[in-house]
């Protein structure tokens, strides 16, 4: 039985698809304006997960990413400049070129954390003419109205509104007086598109109702999902910071728009922190893979370390953590090494493949498996098995080299027994610079990686 935490009833529900096979699955993508940071990639390891644990449960999984390239303004609501404008502007390049250049970075990190690539991942562009035709409906069934800024969506309309984020709109009314000055009925309202102002520099831009201008950024996700995955998905998931603006309003479109309900579960991912702080440029802790490689670290110890804790849980990362979870890789791909060198006949294995999957099945619970594994012996097979389910490409990191070391080992026995101690150390150091070190164990030498 899988059971995961559902944001629409707030309760942990068993799950099962509407088909018996199949399951689509929906996440939000990333602005593409500049390089995704680590805590970006929360959300991708963890809808990973899910992903394989579904695989793994005999399901075929129908996943559908979008790459936000227009519309995402700089606040969630709608204030400020376009995030891939304002990328543009920065650095002196087209909005096309900067989607194209973080589009590409964002795909290699994302193989580098070894993600399962979805069946379909989608750029907002290209679904300007299916958001038209949502805006086109949501104003036939009388959900929108238009001011100077662009349409918006009457949210006193659609009843079931707040029930999502567990909103106080009577309170978001109050508190908003001050500042709420805009044409807007409620402030809640949101634009489904929004007019280029005179005298706005906004290169991505289409002409629609007579009027140059541009689609609100939650309306790419309701269409990308209508047109790819048809009615009712059977999960969405994103970053929690999405609950309470850009997933209500994704519902709010998508139900009102198409008649039907958006998603049957919704998954949101806590946040990081890094030592204590929020994430920020200004603060210099934003690190990217990238950072992380150059410190030492490789994508999947990043991987590793996320998937210590729990997807609902906010957690602090720190580059010590980073290096604990680092050692915990290593240590398991020279258990794995052990085996190549090991009588098969003689290692016992009490991993219980069937207990970490339930694990995985009980609202992913990603640490518990890998304190399984720290506390179980492994076969070989097992930890294919763990790859599958973790992808942590632990077996394919950790070739079988035995042979090709033979004549090393060999010299070095040698070496020792004439006791010529300088040849037996250049053997060693000559292996420690291709990060293998010789350990003597009851049952000869056997090799183990460093790094
Ligand atoms: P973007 O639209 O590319 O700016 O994506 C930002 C998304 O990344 C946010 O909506 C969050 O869901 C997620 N995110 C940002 N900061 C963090 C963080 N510190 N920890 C986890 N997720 C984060
Ligand atoms: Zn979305």
Same mark, same amino acid.
């Given at each position: 039985?899988?059971?995961?935490? %559902?944001?629409?009833?707030?309760? =942990?529900?068993?799950?099962?698809?509407?088909?018996? /096979?199949?399951?689509? =699955?929906?996440?939000?993508?990333?602005?593409?304006?500049?390089? *995704?940071?680590?805590?970006?990639?929360?959300?991708?390891?963890? #809808?990973?997960?899910?992903?394989?644990?579904?695989?793994?449960?005999?399901?075929?999984?129908?996943?559908?990413?979008?790459?936000? @390239?227009?519309?995402?303004? *700089?606040?969630?609501?709608?204030?400020?400049? &376009?995030?891939?404008?304002?990328?543009?502007?920065?650095?002196?390049?087209?909005? #096309?070129?900067?989607? &194209? +250049?973080?589009?590409?970075?964002?795909?290699?990190?994302?193989?580098?954390?070894?993600?399962?690539?979805?069946?379909?991942?989608?750029? $907002?562009?290209?679904?300007?003419?299916?958001?038209?035709?949502?805006?086109?409906?949501? !104003?036939?069934?009388?959900?929108?109205?238009?001011?100077?800024?662009?349409?918006?969506?009457?949210?006193?309309?659609?009843?079931?509104? *707040?029930?999502?984020?567990?909103? &106080?709109?009577?309170?978001?009314?109050?508190?908003?007086?001050?500042?709420?000055?805009?044409?807007?009925?409620?402030?809640?309202?949101?634009?489904? #598109?929004?007019?280029? /102002?005179?005298?706005?520099?906004?290169?991505?831009?289409? /002409?629609?109702?007579?009027?140059?201008?541009?689609?609100?950024?939650?309306?790419?996700?309701?269409?990308?999902?209508?047109?790819?995955?048809?009615?009712?998905?059977?999960?969405?998931?994103?970053?929690?910071?999405?609950?309470?603006?850009?997933? !209500?309003?994704?519902?709010?479109?998508?139900?009102?728009?198409?008649?039907?309900?958006?998603?049957?579960?919704?998954?949101?991912?806590?946040?990081?922190?890094?030592?204590?702080?929020?994430?920020? +440029?200004?603060?210099?802790?934003?690190?990217?893979?990238?950072?992380?490689?150059?410190?030492?670290?490789?994508?999947?110890?990043?991987?590793? #370390?996320?998937?210590?804790?729990?997807?609902?849980?906010?957690?602090?990362?720190?580059?010590?953590?980073?290096?604990?979870?680092?050692?915990?890789?290593? %240590?398991?791909?020279?258990?794995?090494?052990?085996?190549?060198?090991?009588?098969?006949?003689?290692?016992? @294995?009490?991993?219980?493949?069937?207990?970490?999957?339930?694990?995985?099945? %009980?609202?992913?619970?990603?640490?518990?498996?890998?304190?399984?594994?720290?506390?179980?012996?492994?076969?070989?097979?097992?930890?294919?098995?763990?790859?599958?389910?973790?992808?942590?490409?632990?077996? $394919?990191?950790?070739?079988?080299?035995?042979?090709?070391?033979?004549?090393?080992?060999?010299? /070095?026995?040698? *070496?020792?027994?004439?006791?010529?101690?300088?040849?037996?150390?250049?053997?060693? &150091?000559?292996?420690?610079?291709? %990060?293998?070190?010789?350990?003597?164990?009851?049952?000869?030498?056997?090799?183990?990686?460093?790094?």
């Amino acid at each position: 039985m899988i059971k995961l935490y %559902n944001q629409l009833t707030k309760t =942990i529900d068993e799950f099962t698809p509407q088909d018996p /096979r199949n399951v689509k =699955i929906y996440t939000c993508g990333p602005t593409v304006y500049s390089y *995704a940071h680590i805590g970006n990639f929360t959300s991708y390891i963890y #809808w990973d997960f899910l992903v394989r644990m579904l695989t793994l449960s005999g399901f075929n999984v129908n996943r559908v990413l979008n790459l936000t @390239d227009v519309g995402h303004l *700089a606040s969630d609501a709608d204030d400020g400049e &376009d995030k891939l404008e304002k990328g543009a502007r920065t650095e002196g390049k087209t909005v #096309w070129e900067i989607a &194209d +250049k973080y589009i590409d970075a964002f795909l290699k990190d994302f193989k580098s954390l070894n993600l399962t690539e979805p069946a379909k991942i989608a750029r $907002a562009t290209d679904y300007i003419k299916q958001d038209e035709e949502l805006v086109d409906n949501l !104003t036939k069934k009388g959900y929108t109205y238009e001011t100077a800024d662009g349409i918006f969506f009457d949210t006193s309309k659609f009843k079931t509104y *707040a029930d999502f984020a567990g909103l &106080d709109l009577e309170g978001l009314k109050a508190g908003a007086r001050v500042e709420f000055s805009s044409e807007k009925k409620n402030p809640s309202d949101f634009a489904v #598109w929004k007019y280029v /102002r005179p005298g706005e520099n906004h290169a991505m831009q289409w /002409r629609y109702n007579n009027k140059i201008g541009y689609p609100g950024w939650h309306l790419e996700c309701a269409t990308i999902i209508h047109t790819e995955l048809g009615d009712t998905i059977d999960v969405h998931a994103g970053g929690i910071d999405h609950i309470p603006i850009h997933h !209500t309003n994704e519902i709010a479109e998508y139900e009102a728009g198409y008649g039907k309900k958006l998603a049957n579960f919704w998954l949101h991912n806590n946040f990081i922190l890094i030592d204590g702080q929020k994430l920020s +440029k200004s603060l210099g802790n934003a690190y990217t893979l990238s950072d992380l490689k150059e410190k030492g670290f490789d994508p999947l110890d990043y991987k590793l #370390w996320t998937l210590q804790g729990h997807y609902r849980t906010e957690r602090n990362f720190s580059l010590n953590d980073l290096s604990a979870a680092k050692a915990r890789r290593l %240590n398991w791909r020279n258990r794995i090494a052990r085996l190549y060198q090991q009588d098969a006949i003689s290692t016992v @294995d009490n991993f219980d493949q069937a207990k970490a999957l339930k694990l995985a099945q %009980n609202n992913l619970n990603s640490s518990e498996i890998l304190a399984l594994i720290d506390n179980s012996m492994l076969s070989l097979e097992d930890w294919m098995f763990v790859d599958k389910l973790l992808g942590l490409d632990l077996v $394919a990191s950790t070739p079988d080299i035995t042979q090709d070391l033979a004549d090393e080992f060999y010299a /070095r026995e040698l *070496a020792r027994k004439n006791k010529d101690y300088a040849v037996a150390d250049k053997i060693r &150091d000559d292996l420690l610079s291709r %990060n293998l070190t010789i350990l003597d164990t009851a049952d000869g030498p056997i090799w183990q990686m460093t790094a």
